[in-house]
């Protein structure tokens, strides 16, 4: 029987409210079409998307926006005039879903070459049905049988619109896809925008990037295989001079891929922004046999009037209903311990015994050994892919640790990594083709591994079979599913070479395949997508994870900036966050226990520094922080986040508050990076209480001023703020506002 936990009872509270409002919403019908103007319009939460079929049978674009009223009149569409004799009618109508052909210049969002020759597509409409939230459009092209079903959902709490593309081939010949992507999505004509967007490197991840959109190309892509630390597939457009967290109109999107992708942003000689993403035509090639078909990954749109703080709200209240595999509603996650940071690969049965005790005493819930278990493993140069449990080790295989863990009242999880290997391990001495690899090249090595190719039916087969057997053997609640390093020589020689780009389509799939089998037959089981920290987070993989590894950069003041970028597309819920050592590996800076559990209390809770070293006054610290975290963690990570001072651009201080679905409860956590010239620490105005109701503030960590009321209005905690009392270096306070 797997070990049982005793958050699962109360995760099973919160959801109603959620729930409710799902279903309540869900009654609308939000999908109308206009046989007179031809106009598709899609309407929830606030929200207007509408396009149509013009005069030349093309779907183009007509509105998205803030919600117009039902009887508003749509202009039908129709094709604008030539701009000039180098910008022809086809180049400047904005299009819903362009094939390369018939004179187009910006990005098409499909391109493909006939065995002819014929490089022209043309998507004229044909037919469309719509099923309750979802409509798909037929679109084919004006001469040959290539059919493309455009798929839209809306989604009726948030108004996100959920759009993919199906391409078949009904032509009595193979075409070579070349591009494919999800969507275009066009913005309102304005020359006012300008588009943030996520970048980073290993230790660096989800740092915010402003810039104006001009006339040209922007390019947010990645060209290595999965989703990656330098670009994360969300973007966001806001219009005007001055948008800021909680006002104006925003436009957000976030691709739900985890392979090579790429969304470009563009503003064309009329002064028009498309947004076109979906795989990365970088090095593609998909052959479609007639009869087959293809279907892009999804790329998901949505729209806020509140500025850039409500968009993430509106996106993290979507994740937790209807993208991670435990929605409508996610249970709370477990506060965890990991060992990597602790023993890194010396892990042995007593030395995780002895951690594992540590850990139970302080109110962890969930112990997982990292890295170092199994095979030949003692450093990282040998063992991946040779998934036996290391018998020096491990003498009685992991029962008797696992059976330890339970004994402590926690569940257990293991570090997997499952799609590489080291040349030194057996499973590469005996099958050296299972490796993406050029034949006669050079494979390159990236931390001594190489990265087996999951497109294959037998690695697949492979995977699939250690894990099954891994969770089918053990008691394992959790897998930290890693992956340590991005493609190179992406050959695939066993199939004919004008089959092998769709490795970039079917290593993708056979992943989620496998996380979904595994789900399917171990529903008990939990799994984190970690990638050398951030490098594999999109709406892909979350729909068969549930939590994530943001970075390895555990610093907790460069975790501050790190959660603030992340937070931007995906919500605390998933954002695990460990306490680790101090000084810690990455800048070698010192900070408080506290200051480090405040750091992470604004995620998912974990602790990953060698309790070992600690000493009684960070035990009873942590215990303490562990047990306030547990009263306020539903309000963290199924509540509205407001940012309300950011740590970017190197401000001294930030701040976060959390306010649960029924605005009972709030956490703020405030953040002083450095006190100078005397100055007080900034008055904190909270967002998103109920103005009428009555908060009582306690302290979690920290002070406020003296004169600061007990309990107060949630208008008086709005208006006339809250005075912390913070003074120093890397300094931090945190309080919870409950309605009495
Ligand atoms: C990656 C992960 C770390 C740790 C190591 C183990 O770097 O991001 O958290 O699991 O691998 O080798």
Redesign the pocket.
């Known amino acids: 029987m797997l070990h049982r936990h005793p958050l699962r009872h109360a995760a099973l509270l919160i959801p109603i409210a959620i729930l409710a409002a799902v279903s309540s919403a869900q009654k609308a019908d939000s999908i109308h079409y206009d046989e007179h103007t031809r106009i598709f319009r899609m309407d929830a939460a606030d929200v207007t998307y509408a396009f149509g079929v013009n005069n030349v049978e093309e779907l183009e674009p007509v509105y998205w926006g803030r919600a117009v009223a039902a009887n508003d009149p749509l202009p039908a569409p129709h094709t604008m005039p030539e701009a000039s004799s180098n910008d022809s009618a086809p180049t400047v109508t904005p299009k819903e879903y362009a094939g390369w052909g018939g004179g187009l210049y910006p990005e098409p969002a499909l391109k493909v070459t006939f065995p002819d020759g014929n490089r022209d597509l043309v998507l004229h409409y044909v037919s469309h049905k719509i099923n309750g939230d979802e409509l798909i459009i037929t679109v084919k092209d004006i001469e040959r049988a290539v059919f493309v079903d455009l798929h839209y959902s809306i989604d009726p709490a948030t108004g996100i619109i959920g759009r993919w593309a199906v391409i078949e081939n009904k032509t009595s010949t193979p075409i070579m896809i070349e591009a494919a992507a999800a969507a275009t999505w066009n913005l309102p004509r304005d020359t006012d925008y300008s588009l943030r967007y996520l970048t980073g490197r290993?230790a660096g991840e989800w740092q915010l990037q402003k810039q104006a959109i001009l006339p040209g190309e922007t390019v947010l892509q990645s060209k290595r295989g999965s989703t990656s630390h330098q670009n994360n597939p969300w973007f966001a457009i806001e219009r005007g001079e001055h948008p800021d967290e909680e006002s104006g109109d925003v436009w957000f999107g976030a691709l739900a891929w985890s392979g090579s992708w790429r969304i470009s942003v563009e503003q064309d000689q009329l002064q028009q922004i498309r947004v076109t993403g979906g795989f990365n035509p970088f090095d593609f090639g998909y052959k479609l046999a007639p009869g087959k078909q293809l279907e892009t990954p999804k790329f998901f749109g949505g729209y806020s009037h509140e500025g850039i703080g409500e968009a993430s709200r509106i996106l993290h209240r979507f994740e937790l209903t209807k993208v991670l595999p435990q929605g409508p509603m996610p249970k709370p996650r477990p506060v965890i311990y990991?060992s990597?940071?602790a023993t890194?690969?010396h892990v042995d049965e007593p030395g995780q015994s002895a951690l594992a005790e540590k850990a139970a005493s302080i109110g962890v819930e969930r112990f997982i050994m990292?890295?170092?278990w199994f095979g030949q493993r003692k450093d990282?140069h040998a063992g991946l892919g040779d998934w036996y449990v290391n018998k020096e080790k491990f003498p009685n295989g992991l029962k008797p640790l696992i059976d330890k863990v339970h004994s402590l009242n926690m569940d257990f999880g293991l570090?997997v990594?499952p799609e590489m290997v080291n040349p030194d391990s057996d499973l590469y001495r005996k099958h050296p083709d299972w490796v993406l690899n050029f034949p006669g090249r050079p494979r390159t090595e990236g931390?001594n591994q190489l990265v087996l190719n999951l497109a294959r039916k037998d690695v697949r087969d492979y995977v699939y079979n250690f894990l099954d057997d891994l969770l089918s053997h053990n008691q394992i609640a959790f897998l930290?599913w890693?992956y340590?390093r991005n493609w190179s020589e992406p050959g695939w020689p066993a199939v004919a070479p004008d089959d092998q780009k769709e490795v970039y389509v079917e290593y993708t799939r056979n992943l989620y395949g496998i996380l979904a089998e595994l789900r399917a037959k171990h529903p008990g089981v939990e799994i984190e997508s970690?990638?050398?920290?951030g490098?594999r987070v999109d709406l892909g993989i979350l729909r068969y994870t549930d939590e994530v590894?943001p970075?390895?950069n555990t610093d907790a003041f460069d975790r501050l900036r790190i959660q603030d970028g992340f937070t931007y597309a995906y919500t605390p819920e998933v954002m695990m966050a460990w306490v680790t050592d101090s000084p810690g590996w990455t800048n070698n800076r010192t900070t408080s226990v506290a200051y480090r559990f405040l750091s992470s209390m604004q995620g998912s809770l974990g602790v990953?520094a060698n309790l070992n070293k600690w000493g009684p006054e960070d035990f009873a610290t942590a215990k303490q922080l562990i047990e306030a975290y547990k009263g306020i963690r539903e309000t963290v990570q199924h509540g509205s986040l407001y940012r309300l001072v950011s740590p970017r651009d190197g401000s001294e201080t930030s701040v976060t508050e959390s306010v649960s679905s029924d605005k009972k409860q709030a956490a703020l956590f405030t953040f002083l990076h450095s006190s100078t010239m005397n100055y007080p620490y900034p008055r904190v105005f909270l967002r998103g209480l109920d103005p009428k109701t009555t908060y009582a503030v306690t302290s979690i960590y920290g002070r406020l001023s003296k004169d600061t009321p007990t309990s107060a209005s949630g208008s008086y905690w709005m208006s006339h703020g809250v005075d912390v009392e913070l003074k120093g270096d890397f300094q931090t306070a945190a309080f919870r506002f409950d309605a009495k």
């Open positions: 290993w990991n990597w940071e890194e690969f990292d890295d170092g990282d570090w990594e931390r930290k890693d340590n970690c990638a050398s920290g490098g590894w970075s390895d990953g």
